[in-house]
């Protein structure tokens, strides 16, 4: 179930003037139902709910709401039926991305997905799109889940010094998001854990090869090398 129909036709009786405004509490009714059918483990009647929520928002051209709904359902499918959840995802990122936020809020929850189902290349794909959204509206919260996530996907795929790069690419852009001191608050406990889970031969190797490929100034990684 990839696909939902966005065609929803108005209650009969409903007028021009009254059918914005009832419609859209109809929707809010939804996702108010939708959180109390999962509080009571009804995954489908939830997905349901948003779903049915979402197409309300659409029809009224709250594209926002609409997309948030549609992640809900998501959300609400991902732990039950992963390939489902999976499908409607895949259904909602071919709409397009209308914001920076969007893509965020898309990228991460869909690499949630892929990461389940064991496909972390995509994963590291939807985390690159998340990478861009959060970027684009200068996120750094949102940045930094995206960069810490897909370093750790590199350490399941065997790749330390791709894990490694992906930290000190994001330290170095968090220095202009949030500043010098922030961005090392935030990345160096990452680098630590890093460094920890890699063991300190390993590790050494991953900076130093990261260091090889990033060859001529400016290089990032080189303001990285005093605290670790």
Not at 7 to 22: D, K, S
């Amino acid at each position: 179930m990839g696909a939902y129909d966005d065609t929803v036709p108005g209650p009969v009786g409903w007028t021009t003037e009254n059918a914005r405004e009832r419609a859209h509490d109809v929707a809010d009714t939804l996702l108010a139902q939708a959180r109390e059918s999962l509080s009571v483990g009804d995954t489908e009647g939830a997905t349901q709910r948003f779903l049915r929520a979402a197409s309300l928002f659409s029809a009224q051209g709250l594209s926002g709401d609409a997309e948030a709904a549609r992640l809900a359902a998501v959300a609400a499918l991902m732990n039950h039926d992963p390939r489902r959840a999976d499908e409607l995802w895949q259904g909602l990122a071919a709409i397009g991305d209308s914001s920076g936020d969007a893509a965020a809020r898309r990228g991460l929850l869909g690499a949630r997905l892929s990461r389940a189902l064991g496909e972390r290349a995509e994963a590291l794909q939807r985390l690159d799109m998340a990478r861009r959204g959060a970027l684009e509206v200068r996120d750094a919260i949102t940045y930094l889940d995206a960069v810490s996530q897909a370093a750790a996907v590199h350490v399941e795929r065997g790749e330390p010094a791709q894990a490694y790069e992906r930290l000190a690419m994001g330290w170095a852009t968090l220095v202009d998001l949030v500043g010098r001191e922030a961005a090392a608050r935030w990345v160096r406990p990452l680098m630590l854990e890093l460094r920890a889970g890699l063991g300190e031969e390993v590790f050494r190797r991953a900076r130093a090869d990261c260091e090889r490929a990033w060859r001529g100034p400016p290089n990032p990684v080189d303001s990285l090398r005093g605290p670790l």
